[in-house]
């Protein structure tokens, strides 16, 4: 084990040890790899280490980054009930009789089975740690819900994000966003430092990203990135649900992205 980990944690494989005194590894499209002290590893340690090898390329290659694999472990365990966000929506009538998109689901379980409860026609799950299948986003949906992603990815991955929301939702259709607040990132997690437009968060043992909004820097960021409208549809204490309904695109229109912390104009490319 002592060998990998360090190799591990520069692809962003969180590494967690279980009370039975296993260790479970967790890879990008949701791997999972089991190490016993007395079995080994759940498959021959050649396969793991060339398949974290090949994630390792795939990160220096910029095709995938240590930060999303991390990100799982941001994902709170919703052992009861749906997400806030997921509540209001289907309170709201707002995925009644629509085609529902679910991007960064995470542990939200209940979630599915309260959208079609509210009406869904169906409800399609995507998430790089949890939901994989990145098929469904081939499809237009009339409703893209993307809850508390944005605020834990850097610029450059959320701006990949922006992309999926902006290609996946339906010219008539609507996203909705849900970002975290600045007042609980600055107050209920431990900050390490300042890293790119947020902080680097310690609350387990590996850290992970936290950038807090208020309501107007993410309706702002979403009409800089995406074009359309959005507007605020209501707090959670200090998180925002925002709206955002897509413009028909004009051709040839330069739109920014956000590169490095910083707004840079590009030429609008949706598709990934
Ligand atoms: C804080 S959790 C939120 C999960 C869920 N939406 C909720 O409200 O409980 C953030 C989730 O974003 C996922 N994620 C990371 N990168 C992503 C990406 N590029 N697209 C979609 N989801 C992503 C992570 O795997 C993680 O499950």
Redesign the pocket.
Known sequence: MGALSDRMKKAGWPIVRERNGSWVVYASQAREYRYDPSTGWSVPEKDLAAALENDLLEIQQGRLSAI?TL??T???N?ARKP?Q??VRVCQDGRVDGKRVL???????RF?KDALLKAGAVSVDD?????YPNRSVLDSTYDVV?????L???TPA?RR??YD?IAACTAPQGSAYL?VQGKWPVLNKHRVVRKHEDGYLIRDTNVPTFRKGYDSQELIDEVCGLLHGTAELVCMFYNNSLVQWRPDKPKAGKASPIILNGKMEPRMNTNKR
């Open positions: 999303r990100s799982r941001t994902a709170l919703h997400s966000p997921i679910h991007l960064g689901t995470g542990l939200d979630a995507y998430d790089p740690n949890f819900l993307c809850n508390y992603v605020n834990i990815l991955e990949l994000v999926d849900c």
